[in-house]
C-alpha cells in the first residue's frame, strides 16, 4: 500500500505517495523524473546514485523513500545555478574528467560534499574519499585533476597551468590538436544529458526476460497461465511467439534464437519474457512461469568441451564444441626455430573478465500506426542493431528507425545487439505500447560478452643478439555458449601479433570452444590483450635468459614504418621506437632497472591494435562512415550528421573537430546529431577503434565540400579567384593578403541566399584489398596500427602477496591526436582498466555454472583508491591515412597494460605468475614456492 | 531489481519499535539499510513487516561515564570517525570504522546494524571484542547486558530473540599502558570486504604484557579471540615484542591455530591463514607502539 511522503528536493518541497519497497533512488527518477541520479547497480557499490540527504553523501539506492520523508535532499539538478555551473561542474567540464558521464553525477555529488568536509584535501584524501564511486572510463586520472581544480576555484587559488607540448603535425592547425572539453560535457555534469533508461513515454510498459537456471537442459513445457493472470501482466512470449531465425553477430556463426527453442545452453540462456506496468509485476511474474525443464549434462572447462565424450552444445555444428578452428602458418617455423640461438616456450592463462560499463543495457521500442518501429537503445552500434532488428522482424530498414541515446559506455559489451533490444520490440508490438527493458547488473554479467579466457601456448626463437626468428602461438578460446564475436576473436588473437615486431616465421592455432557459460565476445583489444600479455612476458622473460635489457630486445626487433607483416598486413605510420624510448626515459629505467630493493619492480610491455577493421562484420558494400553537413541558412552554425557512435570515448566532439577544421570554423559554431539511423548516414559504430580515422575522414571530407563551395561563394562577394582563397578561424581570407576578408557566415549566408541550402557530404571506406588472400586475412587489416609503450613500477607486500601499483610510464604513437585531451583520458582510462584485469577481475561460476560473483560487490574493478599514478605520452606521428594525420588509441592503449604489470610483478617478486588475474593469493604463493625451491637447492 | 512487499512501519521512539517488533510477524528492525535493502533486494531474504529505526532518538548518542564509552546502536560509521570520545579513547575503533565500505555506506550504515548482521567479516566487532565490549539488549519488557561476543552464533546469524534490539555498545575505558590496533586485508586499497582482520589490544605494566587479546576476524563463522594467541603474550617482555621475534611468530602461529578459515571466492582457506600470520604480527607491533606511546 502506497504512503504520502513530504520530501523537500532541491529546495522544492514534494508531497508523493510510495509504496513501500520504493528506493529513494526510484522515488527521484521514477516519481519526480529527476533522472541526473544513476542507476548503476542497485546495490550500494558503484555510488552512480550518490545524493546528498541531510547534508551527507548517501547511496540513494540503500534508502528507503520512506526513510527520507521529512529530509532535504540534494542531487545533481540542484547543484548549477540558471547560468553558471557549480565550480565542480566547471572543473570537470574542463579538465576533461566525463567520458560517458554515467558515473558524473555521482561522482559529483560526492566531490561538492568532500569539498563541505575538507576545503583542502590532498591528492591521497581525495582518491580515499572518491573511493566509493567506480568510474570506468577515465582512470580517475582527469577526475582527481578536475577535484584539485574545483577546490582551486572554491578557494579562489591559482590554477596549475597544464604544461603540454603540441605534437608537431598539429601545430599549423587551429582546432585538431587542441585540448577541447568535450562538447557533451556541460550536458553530463548537470545531469540534463538523457540516457535510455532516463527516457519515459505515455503508456510505456516494462519488460523482463526469464533466464534459465540450469547451464543445460531441454525445455519439455513452459506453462505462462499464472503468470498470465497476475494483474498488471500485458503478454508473455516464449520461443513460440517469435520467429524461427537465428542470430548473432558474425554471419556465419549466427547460432542465438532470440527467445530459447527447445534447449538451454547456460544459466542465463533466454527462455521467455514478459511484459507489464511496472517492473515489480514482470518480476512477479516470471516467477509464476512454471517451465519444465530436462537437465543435460553440461561443460564448463574447454578441455573438457573438445573431448570425444563431452555432452555437445549444438547437436548440428560445432564438432566437439569447437566453435572455430583456425590453422595458419606463415613462413617456415621449423626453419625459423632452425635459426635461433635460444628458444622458450611457456603457458600462460587468461581470465574470464567482463567489461561493465557503468550504465546497464536499457531499450525503449515503441511502433507507430504505419508499421514502423522506434527504437531508442543504448548501444555502440546503431547499424548493426538496424541491421539485426530488420532481419529478425523482417522489414525492411526503412521501417525501423534506431536511435541511440547518450550511452554510458560499452567496451564491447554494447558492440552488437542485444536480447532486449529484439524483445522490446516484439513485446511493444504485441501489446500496442512502448515497451522499456533493462537489464540489471546481474542480468549484463549473464548476457555477457565479455573477454574470452584464454590458455596460451607460446613459443619464440631468438637469434643471441635478441633478433626474434620464429613464433608459435597456440591458443584455446573459452567462449561460453554461442558465438557472438568469438569466431573474430579468435583471429584477432592471433593476426595481431606480428605488428610489432618484425618476424617473418609465424604459426598460429586457433580453437574456440563452446561451454555451457555465458558467451564471450568482443572486450576492448578483442581477443588481443591475451596474447599480448603473453608474448610481451615471454619476451621480456627470453630477454633475461640472454642477458638482454627487455627494452633493447624490444628495439632490436620494432616494428617499422612501411612493412608487411608476415601475416601480410601492412604497418604506415609507426613511432614504436619512438615510443619505447619515451618511456625508457621518464621512467628512469637504466637507474632502476635492477637496483630496485626487494619487493619492488619494474617492467615494460608494448601493444598497439587496428584503426578500425579493414571490413565491416557482415558483408556490405556501404562506406564504413558517412557524414553529411547542413549549414544553417544564416551561416551561423554547422550541423554535423555522423552515423558513428560517442558511447563516452568522446567521437562527437573528435569528428565535430575534423570537421570544424576541414570548414575553417570554430567549435562554437558546430552541433552534432550523432548516431539516429533515420537522421544520420550509416555508421559503422564505435567498436574495433575505428570511429577517429573513419569517421574522422568522413567528416573532413564533408567538411571541405562545404568549404569547397563557401570559397565559390566567398570569391564572388570578394571578386577574386576562388583558389586563392582560405578558410580559417570563421574568416575567409585571400591567403597572401589575409586583410582582405569577410566572415565565413557571410558566405554561407550568401551561399544560401543563391543556391538554396549548402550541404557537404562524406564517406569513408578503407582502401580496397586490404590484407592477404588466405583464409581470414581479413581480420587484422586496417588502414593504419597504432603503437604504445608503457613502464609500469609496483611496489609487493612479500607477506600478503597484495600488489600496489605505483606508475605507469607511457607513449602513445596515435598519430595527430585531434583531441589530446580525450587521448589522454583513453589511455589512462586503459591503463586502470588494464590493471583491474590483471588484479582483480575474473568470472567465478559454481559447479552448476552459476556465476558466484555478478555484482560490483565481489566482481572487483579498481576504484580511485588504487590508482596509480600515470603519466602518458602522446608520441609526435603523423598518420597518412587518418584525418590529419590521426589514428587510434582506444583500444590499443589497453594492450600494453598486461605485460607491463606482468613484468613489473615478476620483477619484484623474482617469479613468474602466468596466470591472470594476479591476485594476491598467487603471488603469496608464487613467492612461498620460489623460497621452496632456493632452500632445497 | 525490487524489494518485495511488506509493511513499513515507523516508530516515533524506543517504546514503540520495541512494541512493533515483539508483536509484528515477522517483524524485522531497519537501520542505515546497508546490509537489509541488499538482502531484500537480492531476494536472500523476505519481511512482512519492516520497522524503521529513522526516528528511535535513543540510539543516537556517544557518551562516556567513569568506567566506559557508550555508543548508542544507532550511530553510523561516519559518525564514530568523527566523534571526539571515539578519537580520544578507542582511536582503533574509529580506524575500523575508516575501513568499512565507502563514505556513503559509512553515513548511512550503523554500528547497531554492522554488529546485528554478524558477518564473520565485520569490521568493527574485532575491535570492540578485543576491549571487552558489552551490549545492552533490549525488548519490549527486559534489559539485559552481556558480551558482544556472545551476540555472535554463526556467519550472518545473530543470537537475537524475536522483539529484542541491540540499544548500545558499552566499551570498557582502558587504562595507561594500553594500546589496541586493527588490521583488515581486503583484495583492493577500498570498498573492500575484510579477507583476513585482527585486533590486538596489549595492556603493558612493567616491560612486560599485563593483559591481551587478540581477535581475529573472517578467518571463522564469527569473529573470534585466539585463546591461545593471548595465553602467549601476557607475561611476555615488551622487548621481545619485534618483528620476526620467537614470541611473535608463536603468537601469530597461535593465532593461525585458532582459525577455522573457508575456502571462498576472496581466499582459499591456506591463503587466509598465511596472511593472518603476516597481520598478526604487524598488528601486534602496531599495538604495542600505540601502548608504549600511551603512558
Ligand atoms: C557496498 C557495501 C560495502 C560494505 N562494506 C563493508 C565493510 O567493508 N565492512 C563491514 O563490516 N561491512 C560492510 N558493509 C555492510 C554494512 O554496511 C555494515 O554492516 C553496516 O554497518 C550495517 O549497518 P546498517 O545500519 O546499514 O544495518 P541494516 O542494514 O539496517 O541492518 C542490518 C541487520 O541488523 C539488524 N539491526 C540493525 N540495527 C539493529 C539493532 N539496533 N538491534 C537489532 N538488530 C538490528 C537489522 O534488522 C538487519 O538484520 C558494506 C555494505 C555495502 C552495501
Ligand atoms: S546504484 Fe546505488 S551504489 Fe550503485
Ligand atoms: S565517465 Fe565514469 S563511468 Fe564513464
Known sequence: MKKIININVNGDNHEVAVRPGTTLLDLLRDELNLTGTKKGCELGDCGACTVILDGKAVNSCLVLALDADGKKVKTIEGLAGSKHLHPVQQAFVEKGAIQCGYCTPGMIMRVVSILDENPDPTKEEIKKALSGNLCRCTGYTKIIEAVEAAKAYINGMEQPEIEYQPQKSALDLSVVGKRLPKIDAPDKATGKALFTDDLAFPKMLYGKLLLSPLPHALIKSINTKRALALPGVKAIMTGDDVPDIKWGTSPPRYDENVLAKNKVRYVGDVVAAVAAVDEETCYKALQLIEVEYEELPAVFDPMEAMKEAAPRLFDDKYENNINTHIDHHFGDIDLGFAEADHIREERFVGNRTYQNPMEPHCSIAEWDNHGRVTLHTSTQVVHYVHHQLSRILNLPLGNIRVIMTYCGGGFGAKAATTTIEVMSCFLAKETGCPVKMRFNREEMYLFGRGRHKQYIDLKIGVKNDGTITAVKHKAILEGGAYSSFGIVSAYYAGSMLTTLYKFANYKYDGYRINTNLPPCGAFRGHGCPHPRFAFESLLSMIADDIGMDPIDIRLKNAMEPEYRTCNDLDIHSCEFTACLEDVKKKSHWDSKRGNLPKGRGIGIGCGGFVSGAGYPIYRSQFPHSNAIIKILEDGSKAMLYIGDADIGQGSDTVLAMAACEAMGITMDRISVVSADSDLTPIGFGAYSSRVTLMGGNACKMAGEEIKKQLLQAASEILNVDANILEAKDNKIYVKDKPEISIPWEDAGFAYFSNNGPLVGKGHYSPPKGLGGKYKGAAVGTSPAYSFSATVCEVEVDMETGKVKVLNFWDAHDCGTAINPMSAEGQAEGAVVMGMSEVLFENEVFDKNGKMLNADLHNYLIATSADMPEISSTLVDSYEPAGPFGAKEIGEGATLPILGALANAIANAIGVRIFELPITPEKVLKAIAEANKVNSDS | ?295
Open chain 2, 1 to 295: 531489481m525490487y524489494v518485495s512487499d511488506f509493511t513499513y512501519l515507523r516508530p516515533k521512539n524506543l517504546e514503540e519499535a520495541l512494541d512493533l517488533l515483539q508483536n509484528k510477524d515477522d517483524a524485522v528492525a531497519l537501520a542505515g539499510g546497508t546490509d537489509l535493502l541488499v538482502e531484500l533486494k537480492t531476494g536472500v531474504r523476505l519481511c512482512s513487516h519492516l520497522v524503521s529505526l529513522a526516528d528511535v532518538e535513543e540510539f543516537k548518542f556517544i557518551k562516556e561515564d567513569e568506567k566506559s564509552i557508550q555508543i548508542g546502536a544507532g550511530i553510523t560509521h561516519s559518525q564514530i570517525m568523527q566523534s571526539s570520545l571515539v578519537k580520544e579513547h578507542i582511536p582503533a575503533l574509529a580506524l575500523a570504522a575508516s575501513k568499512i565500505g565507502s563514505h556513503q555506506v559509512r553515513n548511512n550504515g550503523t554500528l547497531g546494524g554492522n554488529i546485528c548482521s554478524a558477518a564473520a567479516c565485520c569490521d568493527s566487532a574485532p575491535v570492540l571484542i578485543s576491549l571487552n565490549a558489552q551490549i545492552e539488549i533490549l525488548d519490549a519488557t527486559n534489559k539485559k547486558i552481556i558480551p558482544l561476543e556472545d551476540l555472535f552464533q554463526g556467519n550472518k546469524i545473530n543470537t537475537l530473540k524475536k522483539g529484542q534490539l541491540v540499544s548500545k555498545v558499552i566499551i570498557p575505558k582502558t587504562g595507561k599502558g594500553t594500546g589496541v590496533h586493527y588490521e583488515k586485508f581486503g583484495l583492493r586499497e577500498a570498498m573492500a570486504v575484510s579477507v583476513v582482520s585482527v585486533s590486538v589490544m596489549l595492556k603493558i605494566k612493567n616491560e612486560s604484557i599485563e593483559n591481551a587479546s587478540v581477535v581475529i576476524g573472517a578467518v571463522a563463522p564469527t569473529p573470534k579471540v585466539s585463546v591461545a594467541a593471548v595465553g602467549i603474550l601476557i607475561g611476555t617482555p615488551t622487548h621481545l615484542l619485534v618483528e620476526k621475534s620467537d614470541p611473535i611468530l608463536r603468537v601469530s602461529e597461535a593465532a593461525v591455530g585458532d582459525s577455522i578459515p573457508i575456502d571462498d571466492i576472496r581466499g582459499g582457506a591456506q591463503y587466509r591463514r598465511d596472511v593472518l600470520f603476516s597481520l598478526t604480527q604487524r598488528c601486534i607491533l602496531k599495538a604495542l607502539e600505540s601502548a608504549q606511546k600511551n603512558v
